[in-house]
């Protein structure tokens, strides 16, 4: 581990209108080191990485290799050996996977201009090789799973062979298995003299793969320290300004008559055979890896994508479900997966996104009775200490965990039996997460029935009374909460 | 968790908070500016022509923009929902020819006015059924009926207007109510009950959920397909109200009736603020994007400024207000 210092930002300050974002922050970063950036949502994280990516500019010097660094933008940023791995996927889903990492510098005839296509997908070939990722680089981006996309993502950043790579919450989309995949790559680059900055809310991977950990929070630098330095709880601590002892406040709650049974659900392609029941007052855990088909059976039960054969019993009796309106009538409520694609109307307000889901109880004479709606509304906000400044706010500019909390509203407005949580807490911080499954329980002593679907294992085995694992579409085995931890759930799955 | 909530900035939702000045001036500018260009507008064009602010001139304003008015306001309901009805101008033709050739006498004025408004609605519902069962682009789908429409009305009418229509069909163009002329009546009463429907009914929550994310729409148990068909059916309504009243202005239905009327429906809508994106939009705003197109066209006329040059500086307007949407989308 060198002690080689390769970045150095100093007093970055960074303003937007009414806000603060940045407060003189400080980071430096060792050659040949994995620093991880932890803090809140909306602790400053991602501002900071695109004032380093070029994306924004902010007050302060930054000097990295030794030299002050000024950029005219992210291309200028990866032609001095910084790139960065992004949050969220863009891809060119038409395009090849081949095409897609050389977008912009691709191998050309001369000085023609001519796509030199075999010389493309050679390079792409030779890349995945030393990266070890099996991918075809001719397969399109379309036909990808999520995770595949992502260690796509990762190889474009690795492929500008940077000095520097900023990775923003690399794993956020991707299964256990390539996340040990991504380590190694990690670690590979470090030996190389790669220095790596780590943004995750997953601090078993931080303290896994990192060698120092820089705290923000609300735009203010906290301190930097050996990983060897913190545990958990410190780490926490630090994050959030306020001791939260255990992550995971399971109350237990009593758990009554079956609500929902599913009887030999099945969609082609998809999943087969899904038995299960869930009871008043529980919680029920859905585990498996990304692409395990956890999705598509939830989704089918809500009547999303309705399933080809098999039967679904609400309190006994037999229902159909053919439209998520079916669902929303026999008082379900669901959560989805991911809060921009299928959540929230990022358009709308706050007010308005809480009420979709159930406007009929507004509606006086066929018109919406506003004062009913705040009325219902200011509860919601502060039952779930959504900070919000009014209800007119557009939900886009709330932050992630808020965001998730405004649209966990929009169900609770209906008063549901059965609620079911896609990733719950997905991208959503400490604080807004411990207050989430927090909520969990309450519903769940309140007799509500919860269907939980989760990647992090961490949370699953925290929260539910009990754990049904699933692998490519089938139902593997069922544990109780005593029985269940992380080495099970992966045997049964694999098994 | 109790130290917690003491900690944390609990945000008031009701109480009084600190205003941010500068944060409600932009707020008032980005709600209220186009409002605010239009009265800049008609105060510009009251200095350089004396017989702009007349309340001859005024009153003709807002009843040529009344048909384009209407006709624009379902165009927005159609654009919230992210789609686009580039149908609307042949719709006209079509009702017009359709509605006038029973408001020649012998029946009763119910009859064209029936006709007129059925035909509107029926070819927003295959509008709407094409664009939605069918999985075919809004865009498409409209453009196909804007042809076909254009072609049915010439083949009805062989090609030649329709002419002598009765006293009370004529009414609906050129009769005063309450001291107003009838189309400025309807203008405001449309635009009323199309704010109320898009503000404060489910239809239009509906509207606007389905423009801000289809999918999350769907979940929330709205039939997104069916709205969307209603969508459709309104605007086409709207336009046969509109081609109603353009048909008694002129006293014909004419085949060759409300070319380009689609393009500056949607140019009233987009200047108005309603984003192409969807879910953004209203009805005033509409209201008043079509009265700056009118009061543009007036006040450059009474300037004798040519007709070329009108078309420029509309164009002109219609780019700018997408450019400052855009800005104002990119921003946050």
Redo the contacts between chains.
């Keep these: 581990m060198g002690e080689e210092i390769l970045l150095e930002m100093k007093d970055i300050s960074k303003e937007f ?2 806000v603060k974002a940045l407060d003189k922050i400080q980071l430096t970063v060792k050659k040949g080191t994995v620093h991880a950036l932890m803090g809140e949502n909306g602790a400053g994280k991602s501002t900071l990485m695109k004032i380093l990516f070029g994306i924004y500019s902010g007050s302060g010097t930054i000097s990295f290799k030794g030299e002050e660094l000024k950029l005219s933008g992210p291309k200028d940023a990866l032609k001095k050996g910084i790139s960065m791995i992004h949050q969220e996927l863009n891809p060119i889903p038409e395009m090849t996977v081949a095409e897609n990492i050389f977008l912009g510098r691709e191998p050309v005839y001369g000085k023609t201009g001519w796509v030199n296509k075999k010389k493309l997908v050679q390079q792409t070939a030779e890349l995945f090789e030393t990266l070890n990722i099996p991918i075809d680089p001719t397969t399109k981006m379309k036909d990808l799973t999520i995770a595949s996309m992502q260690m796509v993502e990762i190889a474009m950043a690795v492929s500008h062979s940077a000095d520097l790579i900023i990775m923003d919450e690399p794993t956020s989309a991707i299964t256990d298995k390539e996340v040990k995949y991504l380590f190694e790559i990690i670690r590979s680059l470090k030996s190389k003299g790669v220095a790596i900055i780590y943004i995750s809310h997953k601090m078993d991977e931080v303290f896994r793969i990192c060698d120092e950990i820089t705290v923000l929070r609300d735009g203010q630098y906290i301190g930097t320290k050996r990983t060897d330095e913190l545990d958990h709880d410190s780490l926490t601590q630090m994050m959030v ?2 001791e939260i002892k255990q992550v995971f ?1 399971k109350e237990p709650a009593e758990i009554k008559e079956v609500i929902l049974s599913v009887k030999n659900l099945s969609k082609e392609g998809k999943f087969k055979n899904i038995s299960f029941e869930v009871r008043k007052g529980e919680i029920l855990g859905i585990a498996g890896l990304m692409g395990a088909g956890r999705t598509e059976v939830i989704e089918s039960i ?1 009547g ?1 994508d309705p399933p080809t054969s098999g039967e679904i019993y609400l309190c006994g009796k037999p229902i159909k479900i053919k ?3 079916d ?3 026999h008082k379900i409520g ?1 959560l ?1 997966e991911d809060r921009k ?8 307000s706050v007010k ?1 996104n809480m ?3 159930g ?2 109880k507004f ?1 006086n004479f ?3 009775n ?1 004062g009913k709606v705040k009325q219902s509304c ?1 509860s919601m ?2 039952k779930l ?1 959504i ?5 007119n706010k ?1 939900i ?2 709330l932050s992630g965990g808020n965001q998730q909390k405004v649209l966990l509203a ?1 169900w609770l407005l209906n008063d549901p039996d059965l609620l079911i949580l896609d990733e719950p807490t997905r991208g959503v911080d400490v ?1 807004a997460k ?2 989430i499954h ?1 909520l969990m329980c309450k519903l769940a002593q309140e007799g509500k029935a919860i269907i939980m679907i989760s990647s992090e294992m961490p949370e699953i085995l925290g929260m539910s009374d009990r754990i049904l694992v699933m692998h490519e579409g089938h139902f593997k085995g069922e544990l109780s909460r005593e029985e269940a931890n992380q080495e099970r759930i992966l045997q049964i799955a694999f098994q | ?1 109790k ?3 003491t ?5 008031p ?2 109480g009084r ?1 600190r205003v ?1 000045w ?2 409600k001036g ?1 707020e008032v500018v980005s709600r209220y500016g186009i409002f605010l260009i239009f009265l800049g507008m008609v105060a510009l064009m009251s200095i350089l022509t004396p017989h702009f602010f007349t309340y001859f001139n005024l009153i003709n304003v807002v009843r040529q923009v009344s048909f384009i008015g209407i006709v624009a306001m379902g165009v927005t309901f159609v654009i919230i929902t992210k789609g686009i009805d580039l149908s609307s101008g042949s719709v006209i033709a079509l009702v017009s020819v359709m509605a006038a050739s029973f408001a020649q006498g012998g029946h009763s004025l119910v009859v064209p006015i029936l006709i007129g408004l059925g035909i509107g609605a029926l070819t927003g519902l295959i509008n709407g059924t094409i664009a939605t069962k069918g999985m075919i682009p809004p865009f498409i789908a409209t453009l196909g009926m804007m042809t076909a429409a254009r072609g049915m009305a010439l083949l009805y009418s062989n090609g030649r207007p329709i002419g002598n229509l009765t006293d009370s069909f004529l009414f609906m163009g050129s009769g005063d109510l309450l001291g107003l002329p009838f189309p400025i009546i309807m203008f405001l009463v449309m635009g009323l009950i199309s704010h ?1 429907l898009l503000n ?3 239809f239009g ?2 509207t ?2 389905i ?3 289809e ?9 997104v397909d069916r709205h969307l068909i209603l969508v459709y059916t309104y605007a086409g309504f709207l336009t046969g109200i509109a081609a109603l009243m353009l048909t008694a202005r002129i006293s014909a239905g004419q085949p060759s009736m409300g070319v380009m009327y689609e393009l500056d429906a949607i140019a009233a809508a987009v200047i108005g603020g309603t ?1 192409l ?4 939009g209203t009805i005033p705003g509409t209201m008043i994007g079509a009265l700056i197109i009118g009061v543009l066209n007036n006040g450059l006329d009474l300037m004798n400024v040519s007709s070329y040059w009108q078309q420029i500086l509309k164009g002109i307007i219609i780019v700018t207000a997408v450019l400052i949407d855009s800005r104002k989308n990119r921003k ?1």
């Design positions: 209108p009414g300004g306020r406040h809500f999303v439209h998520p309106s669902a929303i009538r669901l989805t694609l299928t959540g929230a109307f990022l358009p709308l308005e009420i979709m889901s406007m009929n509606l066929g018109f919406v506003g200011v906000v502060e200490n900070k919000t400044p009014n209800l557009l886009m500019n929009r604080g411990a207050e927090k | 968790m130290n917690q909530q900690i944390e900035k609990q945000a939702v009701n908070v941010d500068k944060e932009s109320l404060n009914t489910k929550k509906s606007y959920a423009g801000g994310n999918q999350a729409a769907r979940i929330c148990g709205i039939n984003s994106t969807g879910g953004i946050s």
